[in-house]
């Protein structure tokens, strides 16, 4: 289970350090993509299997699916954090997210969302304001 949000800093080269409390869960590697609200996504490879059995069987003559899978796919890259728990990303997805010195690392359950600290602090009190009402709406 990925929770919590991590502070982190982004090296010279691009690379990030994953928080210890997550490394178990991405130890045989990961998937990081384009995510939403202008953040990353990392999945651990079990999860990103269950998640291409989704979108498979999503109808493949809507526009929308063909535009989602195509953005999704082709942004994404398979990484394998090395003996010190570090995952180079991609220029293109630091640029895409706006990633430039530091990052947050937010655990979303069976997925880890990587975000600009200004921005998740921004989504994070925007969000705050309609957190009872979203629950509501989603049944919780």
Request: charged residues 30%; contains cysteine; neutral net charge.
């Amino acid at each position: 289970m990925l929770l919590g949000d991590h502070k982190r800093a982004i090296d010279t080269k691009g690379r990030i350090i994953l928080p210890r409390e997550m490394r178990q869960e991405f130890g045989t590697g990961l998937i990081v993509t384009k995510g939403l609200d202008n953040c990353l996504l990392l999945y651990p490879v079990d999860e990103w299997q269950k998640l291409i059995e989704r979108i498979e069987e999503m109808p493949a003559g809507s526009e929308a699916t063909r535009r989602f899978s195509r953005l999704f796919f082709s942004s994404a890259s398979h990484l394998m954090p090395d003996g010190q728990g570090r995952v180079l990303i991609p220029p293109h997805l630091r640029e895409m997210a706006g990633l430039s010195k530091e990052v947050v690392i937010v655990g979303v359950s069976n997925k880890a969302e990587v975000w600009d600290p200004k921005r998740w602090q921004e989504y994070k009190k925007d969000s705050t304001e309609h957190y009872e009402q979203s629950a509501s709406e989603i049944g919780f």
